[in-house]
């Protein structure tokens, strides 16, 4: 059978090019970059030219590069890491999250929540899940704010924030704004000269990069480590560094940012179009998320009537990779946590579908996909 993967917005496929990036630093660059002899130092040497590309390519600087171990390692690091140093520098006491966020930003806010003596309050957003600036201005004034973390482009349902505008509020107030970016890193732009964002995480696996490893980038924010250890990442990332890792994250990022404009003018109409024909063939279909401000490869949608879960099991039996809600709820009956957010119904919230393209995604993928798509939906409301 002849697979078709639409679910890059759980992970992709590493790029050859990156993999040859990567090979040497397994066997022939294999040094410790803390050691301080010839193998160690060869090491370190590739480590921080990684990180001054890494920095280049966004906006920053060398040093505000934290390597980490993946997307979630990041937006836990600055979550929890800046609310307690914000704590403890001024006892401000209060966690602001949108009610979207990947569970790595919602369930490290929780836990200061439940476990830290943190307030937590999530703030309102429109009927497409982006965050209203007036609510954070409001917020931003009647409580000790020690962090906002909101997603920039989300995994669910693909909506845009306006990191921008929302980071220039919190810059105001002198208040952390970290922003989860792991969607938005191969789409959106990311210039932290231009925008206003203290911290921003992301990973390479979802831009055609290793797994298990990503960044944090840190505009000085203080922030309070989670692993301790040895040195690294200055003090706040205890751990050897996986050097083939960042490699493969830099040339990932380097590669997904040449190609960002192409492959944003070739995916949105192709994403517009499975939108548009889903929602105009099957009855009981509608778009999640925002029509026009969402990511170019991502598609949302709820179907009356049935469950998301037995949609994606019966596309995946025709050969059609795809994913209800998040993929980290598969098995999990119970409907998304962000789809409810939108003010959805449980019972229809149920309905999820997620759609997410890539690089090897063609129209004829898309055709394909559109032929079954109607026939399946009918199948499981018989
Ligand atoms: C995938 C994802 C994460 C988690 O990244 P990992 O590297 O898999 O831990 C966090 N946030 C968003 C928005 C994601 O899509």
Redesign the pocket.
């Known amino acids: 059978m002849d697979r078709i993967y639409l679910d890059y917005?759980a992970t992709t496929p590493l790029d050859p090019q990156v993999l040859e990036a990567m090979s040497p630093y397994f066997t022939q660059i294999f040094g410790n970059p803390s050691s301080n002899h010839y193998f160690g130092q060869q090491a370190e040497a590739v480590l921080e030219t990684c990180r001054t590309k890494v920095a280049s390519l966004l906006g920053a600087q060398a040093e505000d590069v934290l390597f980490t171990a993946?997307?979630?390692?990041g937006?836990n690091l600055a979550v929890k890491g800046a609310a307690f140093a914000q704590r403890n520098a001024r006892g401000a006491d209060t966690v602001l999250i949108s009610p979207v966020e990947?569970p790595?930003v919602a369930n490290s806010a929780k836990q200061l929540r439940n476990e830290f003596g943190f307030k937590l309050i999530e703030l309102k957003t429109d009927k497409a899940g982006a965050v209203l600036a007036e609510d954070l201005h409001a917020q931003l004034a009647q409580n000790q704010v020690a962090v906002v973390s909101v997603?920039y482009a989300?995994?669910e349902i693909g909506t845009i924030n306006d990191v921008e505008t929302l980071g220039a509020i919190c810059a105001e107030q002198q208040v952390p704004f970290h922003t989860?970016a792991?969607?938005a890193c191969a789409y959106l732009p990311i210039d932290l000269q231009q925008q206003k964002i203290d911290l921003l995480s992301f990973?390479a696996?979802?831009f055609y990069g290793p797994k298990g490893v990503?960044a944090l980038l840190r505009r000085g924010t203080p922030l309070i480590s989670h692993t301790s250890g040895g040195k690294q990442e200055h003090k706040l990332r205890a751990g050897t560094h996986n050097v083939p890792g960042i490699v493969g994250l830099t040339k990932a990022l380097e590669l997904a940012l040449q190609r960002q404009p192409q492959e944003v003018a070739r995916l949105s109409p192709l994403r517009d179009r499975i939108i548009q024909t889903a929602c105009a063939e099957i009855s009981g279909c509608q778009l999640t998320g925002s029509a026009q401000n969402r990511l170019p490869n991502h598609v949302s949608l709820l179907f009356d009537e049935i469950s998301g879960n037995d949609l994606v099991i019966m596309l995946d039996m025709a050969g059609f990779a795809c994913s209800s809600g998040s993929a980290c709820k598969v098995g999990d009956p119970k409907p998304s946590k962000v789809i409810l957010a939108l003010g959805y119904p449980a019972e229809e919230s149920l309905g999820s579908l997620r759609v997410t393209l890539g690089k090897d995604t063609t129209a004829d993928d898309v055709d394909r996909f559109l032929e079954y798509l109607p026939v399946a939906v009918k199948k499981l409301r018989k």
């Open positions: 917005a993946s997307g979630s390692e937006d990947h790595a997603i989300n995994n989860d792991v969607q990973a696996h979802k990503g």
